[in-house]
């Protein structure tokens, strides 16, 4: 049997359907956030509006009461961004990635950041801020605070520091947010980086060996004699692809709806696959700043906004009546939902 060769158009539908953006789903908070891997939340509400964006009747409260009850946590794992995520994902995610830190983490902050971990995980065992944890360091470790954040983020990614519920919360201050060490028991890394790999395939596949790596972090020789079991195909630009066996592969002509989607979400991560490459510079501006986006046919056609709770959405091109009415439609449900 040939092999068989994914265009760029299914490549998308198959994102978007593993990314529960072809259709909102009913579907509890925790299950959703293991089926997308996580959800990218510098800010605390991206974590919500990307939720609200796949869910039939999501509400804040939702991922309130997950956040609260420790189900789901919001911290630094792939890339050293940080994600809110399943409990047990936040467990085994940082499994994986132990020993693979951002490149921007040197030896000598990783050093650091190894000799302080324990101590520091008793010193957090209460939400801590940024100034009370520097602090610390500084008087009882000798570590000067220079001001940077290249400390601040090897310590809480090595001791698996998270943000605390009080600071993940939707509409949560963004000042002095605190931090917390979560209880958590040691995992097999091998093992973890198998089931990162794999689950990443599930929320994004298929893809290359060097998207897989880009998406979490892991260099490629972390994983690549971990992937027994996995199908391969071809892209049609000539790539191997890597993917689960069963896994969704929906047909290129499978209707996209538009959907709102909030900064730095995940489908914008893997940019070729929805965003076309004349709008990449409205998009994603200065430092890495990703703009609130929608999509039109399941691929980017402008960004949106609030004002005076109003959302504003400015296509970046004219859009078809029909996509005009869709675009409408779920501009006024979001603006419902945002209240």
């Not at 893809?207 to 079991?229: C, N, Q, Y």
């Not at 630009?237 to 730095?264: H, M, Y």
């Not at 959302?311 to 779920?330: C, G, H, K, S």
Request: charged share 30%; aromatic share 8%.
């Amino acid at each position: 049997m040939a092999e068989r060769v994914f265009t760029q158009r299914e490549l998308n539908r198959a994102t978007l359907a593993r990314q529960l953006l072809l259709k909102r789903v009913r579907l509890s908070v925790v299950p959703a956030l293991e089926r997308v891997a996580g959800l990218q939340s510098q800010l605390a509400a991206t974590a919500y509006l990307g939720l609200w964006a796949r869910l039939e009747g999501f509400r804040p409260q939702a991922l309130d009461r997950a956040l609260l009850s420790g189900r789901a946590v919001r911290g630094l794992l792939m890339r050293g961004t940080v994600h809110t995520v399943a409990a047990r994902d936040f467990a085994s995610f940082g499994a994986a990635l132990a020993g693979d830190p951002p490149g921007w983490v040197t030896p000598e902050l990783e050093a650091i950041a190894e000799r302080v971990a324990e101590p520091l995980r008793d010193f957090c065992s209460a939400p801590r801020t940024r100034a009370e944890v520097l602090d610390w360091l500084e008087q009882e470790h000798g570590v000067p605070n220079d001001g940077s954040n290249g400390i601040w983020y090897a310590i809480r990614l090595r001791a698996r520091i998270a943000h605390s519920a009080a600071a993940s919360r939707w509409r949560a201050p963004i000042h002095n947010p605190t931090f917390v060490a979560l209880e958590q028991d040691e995992e097999d890394g091998e093992a973890a980086r198998a089931e990162l790999v794999r689950r990443y395939l599930a929320a994004f596949g298929p893809a290359t060996r060097a998207e897989i790596a880009g998406w979490s972090g892991m260099k490629v020789g972390r994983f690549a004699h971990l992937l027994d079991g996995l199908r391969t195909f071809r892209d049609d630009r000539g790539r191997e692809l890597l993917d689960l066996p069963r896994a969704p592969r929906p047909s290129a002509d499978t209707p996209a709806p538009v959907r709102l989607l909030p900064k730095f979400d995940n489908v914008l991560l893997d940019r070729q696959r929805v965003l076309p490459d004349e709008y990449r510079t409205l998009v994603v501006r200065k430092n890495a700043d990703v703009q609130p986006t929608f999509t039109v046919d399941g691929y980017v056609a402008g960004v949106w906004r609030v004002e005076k709770r109003r959302v504003v959405t400015e296509p970046f091109a004219p859009l078809p009546r029909a996509a005009q009415r869709e675009l409408e439609d779920e501009r006024a449900r979001l603006e419902a939902w945002l209240g």
